[in-house]
């Protein structure tokens, strides 16, 4: 994606995610309507994914504080992000933008060439927020699940 919109502010620094930036992250995801947290997000199970996806997953911190994050990955063939949230006092600043372009970026680094989200039935927001940036929605498949 390079599409970042015009306004990202160059006060905001992102960089990768780190396993000490996770506590903040789910603080955050937790308190963000249309992220789900589940089975896989607890801190020992995020710190694994982390370790298993160097480099991919994105915070944007401000002031030394955390006010957006991004969890990104593949399993060696498909990219997916997961997760994404910007605090609610820093949205429509380009953030979450710059977070999914730098994620794409480091997933396409690894020659990947196809990256997938799940987007909650309901969550018009995040809808549209992917969809004006390119994403295009799959009506070809319904995602199932099993718990293991
Ligand atoms: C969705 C979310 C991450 C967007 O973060 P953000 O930093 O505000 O997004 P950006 O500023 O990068 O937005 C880029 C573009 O996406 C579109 N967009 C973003 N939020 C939108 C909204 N609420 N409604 C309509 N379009 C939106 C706009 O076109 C926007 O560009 P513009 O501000 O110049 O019009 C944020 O609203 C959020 O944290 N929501 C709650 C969690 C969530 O729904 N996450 C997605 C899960 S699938």
Known sequence: MNNT???FAPEFDTRPMT???LSVACALWSVSEGVELAEGDSLAELGSFLRRNPGASQVVVLGGEVVGALLAGSDGRRGYLYHLAVRRDH?????????????????RG????RVLILVARGNQDGRQFWLRNGWEALGIAEPMGIDL
């Open 5 to 7: 919109p015009h306004h």
């Open 19 to 21: 396993e000490s930036d």
């Open 91 to 107: 949205r429509r600043g380009g953030l979450a933008s710059k977070m999914v372009e730098k994620a794409l970026a480091a997933l």
């Open 110 to 113: 690894q020659g990947l060439r």
